[in-house]
């Protein structure tokens, strides 16, 4: 599923164009622009992010504490097509294995309507005490796929089966733009209502694509669980210690320190590097370490990658990178404070210059 802005796909042909001075200055923070009529706003887990025209918007991983740590929610119009495609994955499992029988160790239609469960083993080599779970629950058109695991026995099967079934009962629809008004935790087309409760694993990715863009992308994700935020140092002493993927190494710095959003206290990272074809390449990245298990305050993590050159194909000047970067950083907030937001966008909306 893919969430496309309105507006013209190249963000140089925003109007109002009235920015100076620092806001195109690599070396200084400034304050970006998302025209209002153009952005658009995504709700991603607990909070909220607006992209600028031409943005195409799409959730990669997905997980919600007993529903699983890959959540995936599918527009699928009719029951019956929701029941083949999970009689298709049973057929898919049913392979020799190595210890005897096949992958597949047994389906389990649930106790609501349209709900299946599927326990098989991981792969065809070993059989051990863990079983791989799927459930499959469809509502109102999505079909929703909860992938877990459990212990092979039968008493500890049907009391994940249990669980699963009680998570299904608590997710509602939303329509694909639509931004709920109470606490809860937004996924693609659907959100688990309730405020959010310590020691929770919770954990989404927002991709993002410019098709008239191709040179530029973007991520964003939330995560209380994830290895940044459980072992590793802060953004800046991770490159200083190299601990950077090789692309990132050797670039060139153009800013870098504390970075505060909002309530969060994050470091940032600007650097220009030397693109694979021998072309300029800008990688941003902000980081808010968080708290562990705190869905709060979870990990925050921003990253935009931009192909920068003379105006062409794919290619975005120096200064309109920067400016989407400013823009779209500056947009971070928690989704309860959605109303809020929305009367001080209004305040600030004559100073944002894209």
């Known amino acids: 599923?893919?969430?496309?802005?309105?507006?013209?796909?190249?963000?140089?042909?925003?109007?109002?164009?009235?920015?100076?001075?620092?806001?195109?200055d690599p070396s200084k923070p400034g304050s970006g622009d998302l025209d209002a009529g153009r952005r658009l706003?995504?709700?991603?887990?607990?909070?909220?992010?607006?992209?600028?025209?031409?943005?195409?918007?799409?959730?990669?991983?997905?997980?919600?504490?007993?529903?699983?740590?890959?959540?995936?929610?599918?527009?699928?119009?009719?029951?019956?097509?929701?029941?083949?495609?999970?009689?298709?994955?049973?057929?898919?499992?049913?392979?020799?294995?190595?210890e005897g029988g096949t992958r597949l160790e047994r389906v389990l239609e649930g106790h609501r309507p349209h709900s299946w469960f599927i326990y098989f083993w991981k792969d065809t080599?070993?059989?051990?005490?863990?079983?791989?779970?799927?459930?499959?629950?469809?509502?109102e058109g999505l079909l929703f796929i909860f992938r877990n695991s459990c212990r092979a026995e039968p008493a500890a099967m049907s009391r994940r089966a249990e669980r699963l079934e009680a998570m299904f009962s608590q997710v509602r629809r939303r329509s694909p733009l639509e931004i709920p008004q109470g606490p809860?935790?937004?996924?693609?087309?659907?959100?688990?209502?309730?405020?959010?409760?310590?020691?929770?694993?919770?954990?989404?990715?927002?991709?993002?694509?410019?098709?008239?863009?191709?040179?530029?992308?973007?991520?964003?994700?939330?995560?209380?669980?994830?290895?940044?935020?459980?072992?590793?140092?802060?953004?800046?002493?991770?490159?200083?210690?190299?601990?950077?993927?090789?692309?990132?190494?050797?670039g060139?710095?153009?800013?870098?320190?504390?970075?505060?959003?909002?309530?969060?206290?994050g470091q940032e990272l600007?650097?220009?590097?030397?693109?694979?074809?021998g072309g300029t390449g800008w990688n941003f990245t902000w980081e808010c370490l968080g708290r562990p298990?705190?869905?709060l305050w979870p990990l925050l993590l921003l990253e935009m990658q931009a192909r920068c050159g003379d105006p062409g194909p794919g290619l975005l000047a120096e200064r309109e990178a920067v400016r989407i970067w400013e823009g779209v950083l500056a947009s971070l907030r928690r989704r309860?404070?959605?109303?809020?937001?929305l009367r001080l966008s209004d305040h600030f909306r004559s100073s944002w210059s894209m």
């Open 1 to 24: 599923m893919f969430y496309q802005s309105s507006g013209p796909e190249n963000p140089s042909q925003a109007p109002g164009d009235s920015s100076a001075g620092q806001e195109g």
């Open 41 to 98: 706003t995504m709700p991603v887990g607990r909070f909220l992010i607006d992209l600028p025209g031409g943005a195409r918007a799409w959730f990669g991983r997905q997980g919600f504490n007993e529903a699983g740590s890959f959540i995936q929610s599918l527009p699928v119009r009719a029951a019956g097509t929701a029941k083949a495609m999970v009689e298709a994955q049973v057929e898919a499992l049913e392979v020799p294995h190595e």
């Open 125 to 139: 080599a070993f059989k051990d005490e863990m079983l791989e779970l799927n459930g499959y629950f469809w509502r």
């Open 184 to 250: 809860g935790f937004c996924l693609q087309e659907a959100y688990f209502p309730g405020r959010a409760v310590r020691c929770s694993d919770e954990h989404i990715e927002l991709l993002v694509k410019f098709p008239a863009r191709p040179g530029l992308s973007m991520r964003f994700c939330t995560d209380t669980v994830g290895e940044l935020i459980t072992h590793y140092p802060p953004l800046l002493e991770r490159e200083a210690k190299g601990w950077f993927p090789r692309r990132l190494r050797g």
């Open 252 to 265: 060139e710095r153009l800013r870098a320190g504390e970075r505060p959003v909002g309530p969060f206290s």
């Open 270 to 277: 600007v650097q220009r590097v030397q693109a694979p074809d």
């Open 293 to 295: 298990r705190d869905p």
């Open 336 to 341: 309860e404070n959605f109303a809020r937001s």
